[in-house]
């Protein structure tokens, strides 16, 4: 069965050369982060690209979605798209607020053929109905792109480790403001990641609002322990339920390196289809055959 993960992180030399400037590295933080925190140097773009390769390869994963994950670090996941085109799908943060947005959305889109634009609402304090909020969806609608959205519990985890402050109002990322500029832009594929992270029932009423709402089912969902008794096959449950099986999207948020793709998180999600009785062609779509509809492969 094939296999795509539609969550992953490209922690580029960029991104930590970023996080050093915030964190006053005064060494080369590409180097000096990844030795602070246990976590192999990234090295070069080109480098990194081929490691996640190398990575997919061990576990049997056809492509990814790898996210370049810090506003202006475009450039370091769309190396790896050009090197691996029908493998990595490049999206990438963005903040709609910044005052380069327009340009530099249209250069990621057009020249660098990345996919998809990632919003993190709560992180850059941008409310979707916002104008430079709906811009990104002209766009994205224009290139024929998607667009993520970040709801719900927001914690970015280097950040901590490093001492770093997360001033995130999390009252932006709300599902239903998701839904109230998806309906409007209905041939985007807009992805609202982690079944919400804690915004569960607003997010299953805004794919129910939207059908080109999809949900990503990455990472450990431990925004679970603030909703009492709910279990991740009651989440998966639900999904199902309400979305179907053809706007769920695997995935993990993987990240760092030598940690690499976490299969555990795999076999979690694999288990839960177990238990749920989830049958094989469903089961191929949400593991790979959504993400293929989505994301057709680039040939070079």
Known sequence: ?????????????????????????????????????????????EALGDRWIAELDRHGVSRAMLIASVPGDEASVATAVRAHPTRIVGAFMFNPAAPDAEMRLERA????????????????????????AARVFELAARHRRAVFVHCGVLSVGVRGKLGLPSRFDLRFGDPLAVAAIAVRHPD???????????????????????????????????????????????????????????????????????????????????????????GADHRALILGGNFARIFPERRP
């Open 1 to 45: 069965m094939t296999i795509a993960d539609a969550h992953c992180h490209f922690f580029s030399a960029g991104l930590l050369r970023a996080l050093g400037r915030e964190a006053g590295v005064g060494d080369d933080a590409a180097i000096a982060l990844p030795a602070k925190l246990g976590w192999d140097a990234p090295g070069s773009d």
């Open 109 to 132: 889109f057009g020249d660098l053929g990345l996919s998809t634009v990632c919003l993190f609402p709560a992180m850059h304090h941008v409310s979707l109905a916002d104008p430079p």
């Open 188 to 278: 985007v594929p807009v992805i609202i990641p982690h079944f919400g992270a804690g915004r569960l029932t607003e997010a299953l009423m805004a794919a129910a609002a939207a059908p080109n709402i999809l949900l990503d089912t990455s990472s450990s969902n431990s925004w679970i322990r603030f909703h009492p008794h709910l279990t991740l096959r009651d989440v998966w449950a639900r999904a199902l339920d309400v979305a179907g099986p053809t706007r769920l999207l695997f995935g993990t948020d993987s990240s760092f390196f030598p940690r690499g793709w976490q299969r555990a998180l795999y076999d979690v999600q694999c288990a839960v289809l177990d238990e749920l009785g989830v």
